[in-house]
């Protein structure tokens, strides 16, 4: 299996970089590079210049308005915005309910939708997670009960990333409660503008508001909102998943990082010598780049697999379990790196537009991302059961 890239896929790298160099505004890609959080406004100006350059979805194919870019085209892309410190795209819409509604949607679901994600005029949240049921996603208890054209919603979703600025969601609720826990779900697409929805909003240990409790009190949704038939909603919750998990594992952001990392220690000095020359500091970073090296190749497999038809299966576990640990393992060498430094917390700075010395600036994100980066480890299913996934599905346990 060859691994390389070809010329073409070179000289398509060299053209996103040269877009990211014209087209990335300073302003943005400078509160990346710094780890200060982003404004809704922030994410909106930079999906709208992708959407105007034709690459906000590029993942879709041409028939439904993307680049019809294939598995290694993706990857160099998000490489590449991961190192000129492009803001993620939200995936919600474009890269997990927009595959879903593609797959198992109506026609006229599909004509409606699917322009308004890639115009930006809808900004979706996923309604998956519950208090009481996380990792068992298949126990959730939000109820769906069929009222004529409308289903009634009661019940509560939690962990919603960027549920405040959201107009829509996607949502699993529990249709038939006497069939198997997972035959008895649907797939429901909701207005959150619609009477009976609350969004209170959870602050996490890194300060921002990222994630919100979502409540639901009598929630009228149209039946036409459902995608797929009633009791498939499992079925489309494990498609998107798999999308979800692929992407999980942030191999362009795990490089940038560790780049970040190795100047970073390379300028530190202990006792007089750069942190990186420390032999124990050292053999954690080796350690980290070689294993971001194995994880690197494995990808890259399962690209050439998908560019010969494939579909990524359990494999996507595997990526998002070594990706999340490898990025939690940056980032804490990060903050041990900057050392006390990585103690004061400014959120005027995190959250504003207040400047810092450049070597304050890296300090007042470290510990904040340091936090954060716990939850890559939980989300998109926790490890554990990723592990379990891996072990039954590809070792036959």
């Not at 890639?118 to 998956?128: A, E, K, T």
């Not at 959201?166 to 008895?184: E, I, S, W, Y």
Request: net charge neutral.
């Amino acid at each position: 299996m060859n691994l390389t890239f070809s010329p073409e896929e070179q000289a398509f790298r060299e053209e996103v970089r040269r877009f990211l160099a014209d087209a990335l505004p300073s302003d943005i890609r400078e509160r990346v590079r710094l780890g200060r959080h982003l404004r809704a406004d922030d994410h909106l100006r930079w999906q709208n210049i992708l959407s105007e350059q034709g690459w906000l979805a590029a993942n879709w194919p041409t028939e439904h308005g993307g680049p019809g870019w294939g598995p290694v085209q993706r990857h160099i892309f998000d490489e590449e915005c991961a190192a000129a410190h492009a803001p993620t795209v939200v995936p919600f819409g474009v890269n997990m309910v927009a595959p879903v509604i593609m797959k198992f949607g109506s026609v006229e679901q599909q004509q409606n939708y699917l322009p308004r994600i890639l115009s930006n005029q809808d900004w979706w949240c996923q309604g998956y997670s519950e208090p009481g049921a996380g990792s068992d996603l298949a126990g959730l208890s939000t109820r769906a009960v069929r009222d004529g054209d409308h289903y009634i919603v009661n019940g509560q979703k939690t962990w919603t990333t960027l549920g405040q600025h959201a107009n829509m969601m996607f949502c699993l609720v529990r249709t038939d409660p006497h069939a198997k826990k997972q035959a008895g779900i649907s797939f429901l697409l909701i207005d959150m503008q619609t009477p009976g929805i609350t969004v209170r909003p959870i602050i996490t240990l890194d300060g921002a508001h990222e994630v919100n409790e979502v409540f639901l009190d009598n929630v009228r949704v149209p039946v036409e909102n459902r995608v797929g038939e009633e009791g498939q909603g499992w079925t489309c919750a494990k498609f998107l998943l798999t999308h979800e998990r692929t992407g999980i594992a942030g191999l362009g952001h795990a490089k940038q990082a560790l780049r970040h990392l190795k100047s970073l220690a390379s300028r530190v000095q202990h006792r007089g010598k750069p942190l990186l020359s420390l032999p124990s500091f050292r053999q954690r970073v080796v350690k980290a780049e070689l294993e971001l090296m194995a994880l690197e190749v494995t990808n890259l497999r399962v690209i050439a697999a998908a560019r010969d038809g494939g579909v990524p299966g359990a494999e996507s576990s595997l990526l998002k379990v070594r990706g999340s640990e490898l990025r939690q393992e940056i980032s804490e060498l990060t903050r041990r790196a900057l050392g006390p430094a990585a103690l004061p917390f400014f959120p005027e700075f995190l959250h504003g537009d207040e400047s810092l010395d450049d070597d304050y600036a890296q300090g007042a994100a470290a510990s904040a991302q340091y936090f954060n980066r716990r939850k890559l480890s939980i989300y998109g299913g926790a490890n554990e059961i990723q592990k379990s996934i891996v072990a039954k599905t590809i070792l036959g346990m």
